[in-house]
């Protein structure tokens, strides 16, 4: 099953990529400082309002740094995340780029769990006009006993060349997230 999900995103990933405007010739950035309230809303009930810091550099033309930590705390509970990770990215066409990410990941939360595992990502990030950025994802994320299979939908609205406003949301079987924020791109 998860196989089939998977094909699924990176179908619907090459299609955006490939429904972009050509005219642009313009890949997004991944050199960037990216700020994000963040909303966590669990089927079982409950939901956390926190906010999540992500800071990607670019080391190379294919290879970036990844860097995020997010934080959810409310009525004494909490839950957080730090991710310390390698991407590669590729130019699919003019305005789209592929990427494949793997983070270490220190996940904690206020009943007892704390442990370390990693994060496999891969999706597709186009610029679908000069101001707007859609992106297509899927994540896996592995720590200490507990894996889930996470599929991101996001974009952005490029206000200048290096202020944009950011919103994705990301879905899993348990829960749904959901993070609006600012991203400065260097």
Request: hydrophobic content about 40%.
């Given at each position: 099953?998860?196989?089939?999900?998977?094909?699924?995103?990176?179908?619907?990933?090459?299609?955006?990529?490939?429904?972009?405007?050509?005219?642009?010739?313009?890949?997004?950035?991944?050199?960037?400082?990216?700020?994000?309230?963040?909303?966590l809303d669990y089927d079982a009930g409950?939901?956390?309002?926190?906010?999540?810091?992500?800071?990607?550099h670019e080391l190379t033309d294919s290879?970036?740094?990844?860097?995020?930590?997010?934080?959810?705390?409310?009525?004494?509970?909490?839950?957080?995340?730090?991710?310390?990770?390698?991407?590669?990215?590729?130019?699919?066409s003019d305005s789209s780029t592929f990427?494949?990410?793997?983070?270490?990941?220190?996940?904690?939360?206020?009943?007892?769990?704390?442990?370390?595992?990693?994060?496999?990502?891969?999706?597709?990030?186009?610029?679908?006009?000069?101001?707007?950025?859609?992106?297509?994802?899927?994540?896996?994320?592995?720590?200490?006993?507990?894996?889930?299979?996470?599929?991101?939908?996001?974009?952005?609205?490029?206000?200048?060349?290096?202020?944009?406003?950011?919103?994705?949301?990301?879905?899993?079987?348990?829960?749904?997230?959901?993070?609006?924020?600012?991203?400065?791109?260097?």
């Amino acid at each position: 099953m998860k196989k089939l999900l998977l094909s699924t995103i990176v179908a619907s990933a090459v299609a955006l990529a490939g429904t972009t405007n050509q005219a642009f010739a313009e890949t997004p950035e991944f050199d960037y400082l990216q700020v994000s309230h963040a909303n966590l809303d669990y089927d079982a009930g409950g939901d956390l309002d926190g906010f999540e810091v992500k800071w990607n550099h670019e080391l190379t033309d294919s290879l970036y740094l990844n860097v995020d930590y997010t934080n959810f705390a409310e009525s004494g509970a909490k839950v957080e995340s730090t991710a310390l990770g390698l991407g590669f990215m590729s130019d699919v066409s003019d305005s789209s780029t592929f990427f494949a990410q793997l983070d270490w990941i220190n996940a904690e939360n206020s009943f007892g769990f704390d442990d370390d595992g990693y994060r496999a990502s891969v999706g597709v990030r186009s610029m679908l006009t000069k101001e707007f950025e859609g992106k297509l994802a899927y994540e896996y994320t592995d720590v200490g006993d507990d894996d889930m299979s996470v599929f991101v939908v996001g974009g952005a609205y490029n206000i200048n060349k290096n202020i944009a406003l950011t919103l994705d949301f990301k879905k899993e079987s348990d829960f749904d997230q959901t993070m609006f924020g600012v991203r400065y791109n260097f």
